[in-house]
């Protein structure tokens, strides 16, 4: 899923995997299924042991309750290439949809988060409707 140039130091995923935790959370509805789907991206990023997966994501839930700006969260995955960022897109509408449904503070939120990652609308658009049509 992610290539071997885009792996980032093993204290930065708990960042990435807070963005994702805080997008699972945005709709008050953090469910088991979202849980999943952040360990496996810890997983596709090269974090191969499920014990440090679980102390990954046990320090990016705490991490993203501490917090109340993306912008921290951002600030490493930005560094990486566009197909990374695209990716890390593609896992937030993912987290979204997993529900079957969308709010406009999720919408929102990746809007946001868009911006900061330097993602367009059309590029976001494109990720959401794959992943929309992929989940009917």
């Known amino acids: ?74 600030r490493e995955i930005k560094k990486n290439s566009i197909e990374f960022r695209l990716k890390i897109i593609e896992i937030l509408w993912k987290i979204v949809y997993s529900d079957g449904t969308n709010d406009i503070y999720e919408t929102n939120l990746i809007r946001r988060v868009c911006g900061l990652l330097y993602i367009s609308d059309k590029d976001s658009g494109i990720v959401k409707l794959k992943v929309k049509s992929s989940i009917k």
């Open 1 to 74: 899923m992610f290539k071997k140039k885009d792996q980032i130091p093993t204290d930065k995923y708990i960042l990435v995997a807070a963005l994702l935790v805080h997008a699972a959370r945005i709709d008050n509805n953090y469910s088991e299924t979202e849980r999943k789907m952040i360990k496996k991206t810890i997983i596709d990023m090269g974090i191969s042991k499920e014990n440090e997966v679980e102390k990954i994501l046990i320090n990016a839930e705490r991490k993203e309750k501490e917090s109340n700006q993306i912008v921290e969260f951002t």
